[in-house]
């Protein structure tokens, strides 16, 4: 009896062995499918000249401006507000690590993005503003991330310059992260996931690796910014792909959704993560859904003949 009960439950570890080896196997598989799916459609192959449908789409005078519904965790609760994301090509100079002003020979085109949030808590009001700048050859990290957050008790301000490490320079009105200047080690960026979906996603890092996240998180949550080990993964369900990132240590999940063919837009996102302090830390889903697309030279629609279209954006 003794000896038929072992090989009973002997041939049930194998059984879960054998499934659980059939599934790792299956999602390589997937994985290796959607790879293979993206290569074939992606814009821009690394250290090489985009292709004309990335050209007629990016290098045509015009930003790409998608407003989203806004649904955003902050001290234990979700507050309702919108979100912006600005996507323009521009020239960077890697030295000065600004726009470039004229034509010069050390340019480097990049695909610049400037994500907005503006929501409520109770009486005083939050904005957010993140840029990143990535080469659009998708031969490097990006070349520069900066945040900022205002609200009524003050200010912060972020950036990460990529030189010979990751230099970092922070500002706060709190005791605790008061001004900070650092260096990292060069690895994944979170805040550039956002640019290389769009410039190249067929070259999304996938697996087990370290990111550094976004600076917008690490400061309204008081964590440290340093590079965390984290597992990624993407899957595709109709016309959407589905980019996720997990971070064990730090409880938390983001997945960026986009459409599946070129030009590649966000269509919104979901983050879960610990919000609040003390009783009233509770984890919480933050959440995008994409209102509205345009494409327009923003830069000369300043006059308030021009007010209208942020009635297309529903803004």
């Known amino acids: 009896m003794r000896n038929t009960m072992y090989l009973v439950s002997l041939c049930f570890l194998l059984l879960l062995n054998f499934s659980a080896c059939k599934n790792k196997a299956k999602q390589k598989e997937n994985v290796l499918a959607l790879e293979a799916s993206l290569k074939k459609e992606n814009s821009v192959k690394p250290n090489k000249e985009p292709n004309p449908e990335f050209k007629k789409y990016w290098y045509v005078g015009n930003a790409e401006i998608t407003s989203y519904q806004l649904t955003q965790a902050r001290y234990g609760e979700l507050r309702e507000g ?55 050859h998708d031969n490097s990290h990006a070349l520069k991330i900066s945040f900022s957050a205002q609200e009524w008790c003050g200010h912060v301000y972020g950036q990460i310059n990529n030189k010979e490490d990751f230099e970092v320079m922070s500002h706060s009105y709190f005791e605790s992260d008061a ?44 964590k440290k910014l340093k590079a965390y080990k984290a597992i990624t993964s993407i899957e595709k369900k109709g016309s959407i792909y589905y980019y996720s990132i997990s971070y064990p240590e730090l409880e938390r999940d983001l997945t960026i959704q986009f459409s599946a063919k070129f030009p590649y837009i966000i269509e919104g996102w979901v983050e879960t993560f610990n919000s609040g302090s003390g009783a009233n830390k509770k984890k919480l889903i933050s959440t995008a859904k994409k209102i509205k697309t345009i494409k327009t030279d923003y830069w000369n629609k300043h006059d308030n003949a021009h007010l209208h279209l942020r009635d297309s954006l529903k803004l």
């Open 82 to 136: 919108n979100a912006v994301l600005v996507y323009v090509t521009e020239p960077f100079l890697a030295d000065k690590q600004v726009k470039a002003d004229k034509p010069n020979k050390n340019n480097i085109s990049v695909l610049k993005l400037n994500s907005t949030k503006n929501y409520l808590t109770g009486i005083y009001p939050y904005s957010i503003m993140n840029s990143s700048f990535y080469p659009v």
């Open 179 to 222: 001004d900070q200047s650092f260096k990292l080690q060069k690895t994944v960026l979170e805040n550039e996931i956002w640019n290389k979906i769009r410039v190249n996603p067929a070259n999304l890092p996938i697996g087990n690796l370290k990111i550094i996240p976004s600076i917008e998180y690490t400061t309204l949550s008081h």
